[in-house]
């Protein structure tokens, strides 16, 4: 592959990224990505938008949702690759999320060989389902289980 240049297609973004056709639409659907449209209405992408999405893909490869990388993004030049500088402010932003998820993981593998075989299905006792009563919150009954 030569050298990129300042605009690419979706073919190419899609091919140089590792990523779908699908998900980029998708990504620029959420806002996490954008193009500019030809005369012939054919989406270009910005070459620095390759960054982008590995930033994407690398943040919810650890678990990130689409709305904590869209906040995280909108911190970012839209046309400039994100450099160093960039990268550790992100980084250090979402270290303390990640240490809480890697808490609730360690909760998770400490408590999972108590459930196995337990039976109980029950929100109001499970540790695994509810732990700490998060459900309690949400009032009384399955609200887990509503659907209005």
Same mark, same amino acid.
Request: aromatic share 4%; with cysteine; proline share 3%.
């Given at each position: ?47 620095? !938008? =390759?960054?982008? @999405? #590995? *930033?994407?893909? %690398? ?5 990130? !949702? =689409?709305?904590? @990388? #869209? *906040?995280?993004? %909108? ?6 690759t994100a450099g160093r500088a960039d990268w550790e402010r992100l980084s250090k932003n979402w270290r ?53």
């Open positions: 592959m030569g050298a990129l240049p300042e605009t690419i297609t979706i073919g190419e973004l899609a091919t140089r990224s590792g990523t779908s056709t699908s998900a980029l639409r998708f990504y620029e659907s959420k806002g996490l990505i954008d193009s500019e449209r030809t005369d012939g209405n054919q989406r270009r992408y910005h070459r620095s !938008t =390759l960054r982008r @999405i #590995a *930033t994407i893909r %690398a943040a919810q490869s650890v678990g990130l !949702t =689409l709305d904590e @990388i #869209a *906040t995280a993004l %909108a911190t970012l030049p839209q046309h400039r303390r999320r990640l240490d809480i998820q890697i808490e609730r993981l360690e909760v998770l593998r400490d408590t999972l060989t108590g459930c196995i075989g337990c039976g109980c299905l029950s929100l109001g006792t499970c540790q695994l389902v509810n732990y700490g009563d998060r459900q309690a919150s949400n009032g009384p009954g399955a609200p887990g289980l509503r659907v209005d």
